[in-house]
């Protein structure tokens, strides 16, 4: 079974996307934001996928990307973006920060997990 990381400050976002990938029969791991996600990055968690929101308190999308780029096991992870935004600087940063795709919320369940079927091959 596949394992995605789903980083976002909304819980319902975290509830909703969740159950998605559940009953597509991913695994899910979960963190309400980017600093929490990067210590379970730091610690060696398991994942085939991140998807991350760009606009969080504390640490924001982009720089959370870099900085599990930075370690090694991650270098190659795909990473999705799911936000909001849609501006195409924004997508160029985080494509320079090591993104692999963007999705705008809100994201049908097809639409999510098409693109993720997308960047895991």
């Not at 996307?17 to 210590?39: H, M």
């Amino acid at each position: 079974m596949k394992t995605i990381f789903l980083v976002d400050d909304s819980a319902t976002i975290l509830l909703s996307i969740s159950g998605i990938l559940t009953k597509a029969a991913y695994g899910v791991e979960k963190a309400s934001n980017a600093a929490d996600a990067l210590k379970k990055f730091q610690s060696g968690v398991k994942v085939d996928l991140l998807i991350t929101d760009l606009n969080m308190p504390g640490m924001n999308g982009i720089d959370f990307i870099k900085e599990v780029r930075k370690l090694p096991n991650y270098r190659f992870m795909p990473i999705l973006f799911l936000t909001t935004e849609s501006q195409q600087s924004k997508k160029a940063e985080a494509k320079a920060a090591g993104a692999s795709g963007w999705i705008v919320k809100p994201a049908s369940a097809d639409e999510l997990l098409n693109t993720i079927k997308l960047v895991m091959r």
